[in-house]
Nanobody, 126 residues
């Protein structure tokens, strides 16, 4: 599976962005997905994940209530809607996916994902 992330950019604090992650393989509905981020000088961290069905989602505490993950399996795409962005959200955002046998399972550890996108940079100015 090849993943192509897009939608990053430079925004001011409080603004919104929507990231997209397009997958090359059908049916993408067989794959759980997630977003991770890596800020300058820091290790990659988990942001959010979604089950292959889309019914289950999970968020790290720092983005709860501001970020929303969703997916459109007909378009082979996962989205990350980011609202009320903060300077501490500045990072390269990576989408990831892996085959999942359970429809409502979420994967939250980077080691559980076999497929990664190239990353898209989000910069939030204060």
């Amino acid at each position: 599976v090849q993943l192509q992330a897009s939608g990053g950019g430079l925004v001011q604090a409080g603004a919104s962005l929507r990231l997209s992650c397009a997958a090359s393989r059908r049916p993408f509905s067989s794959y759980a997905a997630g977003w991770f981020r890596q800020a300058p000088g820091k290790v990659r961290e988990f942001v959010t994940a979604i089950s292959r069905s889309g019914a289950t989602t999970y968020y790290t505490d720092s983005v709860k209530g501001r970020f929303t993950i969703s997916r459109d399996n007909a378009k082979n795409t996962v989205y990350l809607q980011m609202n009320t962005l903060k300077p501490e959200d500045t990072a390269v955002y990576y989408c990831a996916a892996d085959y999942s046998v359970r429809a409502h399972e979420v994967l939250t550890d980077a080691s559980e994902f076999d497929y990664w996108g190239q990353g898209t940079l989000v910069t939030v100015s204060s």
